[in-house]
Each structure stands twice: as C-alpha cells, then as structure tokens.
C-alpha cells in the first residue's frame, strides 16, 4: 500500500456547503480526508509535498492509460479527493473532456474546484458529493469511465460501489481501478498474533512479541478484525470477481 493514501478512518462525513473557496489552502472548513490529504500526509511540508505529488502523478498516469479516454468523453472519478486524476484527465484529453468527480468529502470538491478555476477547466467539471455505494446525481449509461484510486479500500459496501460502476457506464464503457491490497499483511498479523499467544508466559522471546505489536499497530490481527475492516476484507481476486449486477 502507499503510505500516503490513508488516514486509518473511513467514517468521514460533511455538511458544508458547496460554495467555493477562494483559497485552496483554506482551513475554514476541513474534515478528516480533507486534513489527510491536503496537510497531514505530507506533514505541511512543501518539499515532502511535491515529492509525494509526483510519486502519485505515476499513479494517476497508470490509471488513465487503464481507462483510455478519448476527446469528447465523459469521465466520472469517484472519490476524486484534491482532482489528482480528474484534473490531469483534462490535460491529456483537452477541452472536450467533461469529468464528474465525486467524493464525499465537500471541503475536498471545493478544494478541487477551486482547483479548476484557477485552471480555467471549471466549465468541464462537475462536483458530487456522495458516496461511491450511492452516486446519486448521475444517471444510467451517461458515462464513458469510471476511475477511483485509493477509494474502494475505505468502502465498505464495496459491491454496492461496483454496481454504481456499473449502472453509470455506457454500454462498453471503462472502468479503471487502481486499490491497495492489504489483506495479506492482516492475515501476517494475526499469524503473528497466534504465534505469540502460544509462547509460553515464561518465554522471554521479543522479537516475535516486538514484531507482532508492530504489525498489529497497522493492520487487524484477528478473522473477525480482518473480515470486518473494509481496508482487508477484500482481495485482488475477489475484487475482480464481483458481479456488477443484482
Ligand atoms: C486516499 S484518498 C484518494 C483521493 C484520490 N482518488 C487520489 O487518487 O488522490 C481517498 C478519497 O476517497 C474519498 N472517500 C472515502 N470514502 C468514500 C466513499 N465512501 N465514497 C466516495 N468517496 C470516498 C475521500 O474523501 C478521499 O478523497
């Protein structure tokens, strides 16, 4: 996973309304993703900012290739957070490019709004704030692709995303995905954890207690933890084995 795509909490929620901000780097009105994306991860340090933006660029890059856009498509992102792939959409495909991004954090819409004013490409855009399970505001068929990057890990109807995905896109449309997959690391903690309760109480081994603490600092160290974590209850295979459809 990188390290650089979560806050270690999913419950994210907002009220605020959908003005837009005239200063991107506003902190009136903030939530948890917000905090993550635009100051935490990078500590509010600028050099670490632009080195971690150019390691993502890769990310958003691989993406779009995935969904392979052409002029005068519509791209709907999901979970757009600060416009990473929609914004860098619009400068591959040009002018008739028309992107929806979603998110359900409103101080990450307007950041990105904001975003694409000052780009001058606001007219192109569209801001939802929803979840991924429930895109309301966009209908059937009305999309060419569909990407979301580091989104799906954070649902936890993950199926009911899927059908979302499913419903917007055109007939042959795309869908182009790129999630960590953190179920292995889990299923090494609670190894780990089984492990280091069958140590006899006078053992003096610390390094399997050591590395245990570690790893469960990260990840869920038990079954029902695991299957009950949207971040590890999934794996590559049954990601891709999801039926779209009811
Ligand atoms: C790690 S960030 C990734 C942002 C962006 N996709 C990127 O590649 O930089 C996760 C994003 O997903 C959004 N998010 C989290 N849960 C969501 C949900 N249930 N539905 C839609 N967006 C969600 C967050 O607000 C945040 O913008």
New binding site residues.
């Given amino acids: 996973m990188n390290s650089s795509?979560?806050p270690w909490q999913?419950d994210?929620s907002s009220d605020v309304s959908s003005d837009v901000s005239s200063d991107v780097s506003s902190d009136l009105w903030s939530d948890l993703?917000s905090d993550w994306?635009l100051h935490t991860r990078h500590a509010n340090d600028p050099e670490h900012e632009r080195v971690l933006h150019a390691e993502?660029e890769h990310?958003?890059e691989r993406v779009l290739d995935g969904a392979r856009l052409t002029s005068g498509m519509t791209l709907a992102d999901?979970?757009?957070?600060?416009g990473?792939?929609a914004l860098r959409a619009i400068d591959r495909i040009g002018p008739t490019l028309r992107v929806l991004m979603?998110?359900?954090?409103a101080p990450?819409l307007r950041h990105a709004e904001t975003l694409a004013v000052q780009r001058d490409v606001r007219d192109q855009c569209t801001f939802i704030q929803c979840?991924?399970?429930a895109l309301k505001d966009i209908d059937d068929a009305s999309v060419d692709a569909v990407t979301?990057?580091?989104?799906l890990a954070?649902?936890p109807d993950k199926l009911a995303a899927m059908r979302e995905f499913h419903r917007i896109l055109r007939p042959g449309g795309r869908i182009s995905i790129a999630e960590p997959v953190l179920r292995d690391d889990a299923f090494e903690a609670s190894s780990l954890k089984i492990f280091v309760d069958a140590l006899p109480p006078e053992s003096e081994d610390l390094f399997f207690r050591l590395l245990h603490r570690w790893k469960a600092a990260h990840f869920p160290d038990t079954e029902d933890k695991i299957a009950a974590n949207p971040l590890t209850n999934y794996s590559e295979a049954s990601a891709l084995s999801m039926p779209p459809t009811p």
């Fill in positions: 795509d979560s999913s994210v993703w994306l993502l990310y958003a999901i979970g757009s957070g600060d990473l792939i979603a998110d359900i954090s990450l979840s991924a399970e979301t990057r580091a989104v954070y649902v």
